[in-house]
């Protein structure tokens, strides 16, 4: 049984179908915050909330048009840190309490940068040392992988676009209308998925731009919750040396945002292990009747509706998702 004497992934399954009314307000938030000039932005963040930045990251550099890049924790909790001036850090956390995130928030302030942190715990570790913090505002989050306080996150993020840039706003008011819609939706396909990643060995996830950032949060959940190798690519790497691995059991999950500038590339990847005879699945926010949406929502909704197939395998493995054998909710790295 899964904790309180509920049922194996009960916990999860409550946690995604709160998801659309998470992102909804999320979304539709109204910061009063401003970045200042900057030169660059730098995320910080691990596991699920990484991937959430590396979403963010492609999203917020075609809107600001300013570099937005991964910086490694490490930097400045276990090294001497870099020059910030002029730099700002988007920290993102669903507890806010990692000591290495919160060292290393307090170490980019010290050197210059202006520290602005997601999270969904007020009054968190982090939100004490960050200049600015953007609330998720899930609420409890009481299964071991996250669900809804990623799909917060990435619309915590689309509402900071929308407040450095105001002429986003109008795609984060589409994007919770779409996302509202999902509410009690499933992806037509689920079965077939599930079925797939039940005969698998080795599972691909590939995206493009912010499609790859939803790859790494699929390929996380699938090792997490149903301990199955995954992996996530960009569909511009994985033709090169990871392609080899078709020659062994392998299912490919594509996740096509639907943009037209990374059509080509997901086609070509498609194309290429259908012909190895791979089991190739390709996931579009159209298989749920969306149109087109800013490419960040695009992913929190795909998110949204592979959750639960994740889930289903989970518990076809005999896997109790709500609390894996070797892992905790927070983990505390330093």
Known sequence: MGEAGKSPGAL??????EAPGVFARAVAADHKV???PVRAVYTIARGSSDAAANILAYEAMREWSVPVTSMPPSTFSVYGGVDMAGAAALVISQSGASPDLVACARGIRANGGRVIAITNRPGSPVEAVADACLGIDAGPELAVPATK???GSIAAGMALIAAVKPAYAAA???SASAMAAMAGRSLPRAEALRAALLRARHVYVIGRGAGFGAAQELALKIKETCAIHAEAYSASEVLHGPLQLATNPLCVLIVDTGEAASAESLDRA???FRATGVDVHRIRPADAGVAAVAPAAA???LLFLLYPVILATALALGLDPDRPETLSKVTETT
């Open 12 to 17: 999860m399954a409550a946690e995604i179908d």
């Open 34 to 36: 401003t970045l200042g």
């Open 149 to 151: 306080s990623v799909i």
């Open 172 to 174: 984060c008011a589409a």
């Open 270 to 272: 498609e194309a290429r």
């Open 299 to 301: 992913c929190a909704l």
